[in-house]
C-alpha cells in the first residue's frame, strides 16, 4: 500500500497567515493526488485534484503543488471558515490512501 | 444539482450485518464510479473500495474483502454497501462518494455519512 504522511498533524495560526501542509508518499504517485478539507460532523470538500487544480467552487487562496512523491497545499491568506481539518489522498493506486489528517486550528 | 443521500444511523450488534444505501441524483448513474470511505470516532479516513455501476464491478480494499459487499441498482440510481460480521471497531460514519473520473481519479462529490455503531 502507498503510505501517506502529512504534516505537521496541527498547527494553530491566525487570520490572514499563509499556511503551508506537506504530504509525502511512500513511493511515486505522479500527480494523482488530491486534497480534501473537512469539518467537524461534515463529509470532506474536495479542494485540489491532480496536485495542482482548483476544483470549481473553491477560493484561489488555495493552491496545491508537487509531483511524485512530495506534495504541498497552500492556503495564501488564512480565513476563519478555513479551520478545519485537511486530508492528502492518492489516486495512482489502489488502495486508495489518505494521509492522517492535519488539522488547523485558531491561535 | 448532484446530489448523495445516505441511509440513516444504525446500531447493530456485533456479529450483525449493516446495509447503507447512497441514492443519487443530478448527473447519470452510470457515468461515474462510486467509493465507499469510513471514519471511525475522531480517526482519519479509510479507503473500502469502489464500484462501477455501469456494469457491477467492485474492487475491495484488501482489509474489507470477504466483509463488504458493494452492490447498486441502477433502476434508482442508488449504490449500497453492506457489511457482515459486524465488530466494534467498525463503528464509524460511512460515507459514499463520486469518482469524477477522466484523467484524474477523485471524489468531487459526497453524501452526509452514515454512522453505524457496533454494540453490545
Known amino acids: 500500500d502507498t503510505q501517506m504522511t502529512q504534516s505537521p498533524s496541527s498547527l494553530s495560526a491566525s487570520v490572514g497567515d499563509r499556511v503551508t501542509i506537506t504530504c509525502r508518499t511512500s513511493?511515486?504517485?505522479?500527480?494523482?493526488l488530491n486534497w480534501y478539507q473537512q469539518k467537524p460532523g461534515k463529509a470532506p470538500k474536495l479542494l485540489i485534484y491532480?496536485?495542482?487544480s482548483l476544483q470549481s467552487g473553491v477560493p484561489s487562496r488555495f493552491s496545491g503543488s508537487g509531483s511524485g512523491t512530495d506534495f504541498t497545499l497552500t492556503i495564501s491568506s488564512l480565513q476563519p471558515e478555513d479551520f478545519a481539518t485537511y486530508y492528502c489522498?492518492?489516486?495512482?493506486?489502489?488502495?486508495?490512501?489518505f494521509g492522517q489528517g492535519t488539522t488547523v486550528e485558531i491561535k | 444539482q448532484v446530489q448523495l443521500v445516505q441511509s440513516g444511523a444504525e446500531v447493530k450488534k456485533p456479529g450483525a450485518s449493516v446495509k447503507v444505501s447512497c441514492k443519487t441524483s443530478?448527473?447519470?448513474?452510470?457515468?461515474?464510479?462510486l467509493h465507499w470511505v469510513r471514519q471511525a470516532p475522531g480517526q482519519g479516513l479509510e479507503w473500502m473500495g469502489w464500484i462501477n455501476p455501469d456494469n457491477g464491478g467492485t474492487k475491495y480494499a484488501q482489509k474489507f474483502q470477504g466483509g463488504v459487499t458493494m452492490t447498486r441498482d441502477t433502476s434508482i440510481s442508488t449504490a449500497y454497501m453492506e457489511l457482515s460480521s459486524l465488530r466494534s471497531d467498525d463503528t464509524a460514519v460511512y460515507f459514499c462518494a463520486r469518482d469524477l473520473g477522466g484523467s484524474n481519479y477523485h471524489l468531487d462529490y459526497w453524501g452526509q455519512g452514515s454512522l453505524v455503531i457496533v454494540s453490545s
Open positions: 443530478g448527473y447519470t448513474f452510470n457515468d461515474h464510479y
Open positions: 491532480a496536485a495542482s
Open positions: 489522498q492518492q489516486s495512482y493506486t489502489t488502495p486508495w490512501t
Open positions: 513511493h511515486s504517485i505522479s500527480s494523482y
